[in-house]
């Protein structure tokens, strides 16, 4: 069970790594000021800006959501690693029990 756990936090960390890189892109790109420059002359530059602040603002809230479960599944991984070498340094001990043989109960 341990090492199903370890298995999908592992995963989980991969996914957040690529999660990350495409939130740190996307910050980026939003901070540049070639995005402020629009081609269409109907949107007012005004409503641009506001709408990228917004959309780099929940960027940054989900980049530092992501840092956070990056570092608790980090957290997860380390306790599930030491549960699985706690395991391996235990002995088994097998009691055997030996059973006495029964008596035929002989009726005469």
């Given at each position: 069970?341990?090492?199903?756990?370890l298995?999908?936090?592992?995963?989980?960390?991969?996914?957040?790594?690529?999660?990350?890189g495409?939130?740190?892109?996307?910050l980026?790109?939003?901070?540049h000021?070639?995005?402020?420059?629009?081609?269409?002359?109907?949107?007012?530059?005004?409503?641009?800006?506001?709408h990228?602040?917004q959309?780099?603002?929940?960027?940054?809230?989900?980049f530092?959501s992501?840092?956070c479960?990056?570092?608790?599944?980090?957290f997860?991984?380390?306790?599930?690693?030491?549960?699985?070498?706690s395991?391996?340094?235990?002995?088994?001990?097998?009691q055997?029990?030996?059973m006495?043989?029964?008596?035929e109960?002989?009726?005469?």
């Open positions: 069970m341990v090492t199903i756990c298995a999908m936090y592992v995963v989980s960390l991969l996914g957040l790594i690529t999660s990350i495409y939130r740190i892109h996307l980026l790109l939003y901070s000021p070639y995005i402020m420059s629009s081609r269409d002359y109907y949107v007012n530059r005004d409503e641009f800006y506001n990228t602040v959309v780099a603002c929940v960027e940054g809230i989900l530092a992501s840092l479960v990056f570092a608790f599944l980090i997860l991984s380390i306790i599930a690693r030491f549960a699985i070498k395991t391996h340094t235990h002995q088994i001990i097998v055997h029990i030996v006495r043989p029964q008596r109960a002989t009726s005469n």
